[in-house]
């Protein structure tokens, strides 16, 4: 298992926009090979509630990579979300824990 995660900084203002955006994007990745689940948080610091983490958890780095980037599904998600982030996220790719508590 490898997890996708991703600070999204959504344009202040468009919060809501953004989170109706997601609702419909949501089952575009989740049909996707290898996908396993999806958290999308909202920031709680002061200040920064227009910034989410997003991580998503699948099976292979491939299955988020070559998969879903390749996918049409990809297309129309980036499509719906892409153009409520200031700046574009830096998207990382993590292994299994090291520690667990």
Do not use: K, N
Request: aromatic share 12%.
């Amino acid at each position: 298992m490898i997890l996708e995660s991703a600070l999204l900084d959504v344009l202040p203002g468009r919060e809501d926009e953004f989170l109706a955006a997601f609702a419909e994007a949501r089952p575009l990745i989740a049909v996707q090979h290898g996908f396993l689940s999806l958290r999308l948080r909202r920031c709680l610091d002061e200040g920064r509630d227009s910034r989410f983490l997003l991580q998503v958890e699948w099976e292979t780095l491939a299955d988020h990579t070559e998969g879903f980037r390749r996918s049409p599904e990809y297309q129309r998600w980036r499509a719906l979300l892409h153009h409520f982030y200031a700046p574009f996220p830096e998207v990382e790719h993590y292994g299994e824990p090291l520690l667990l508590a």
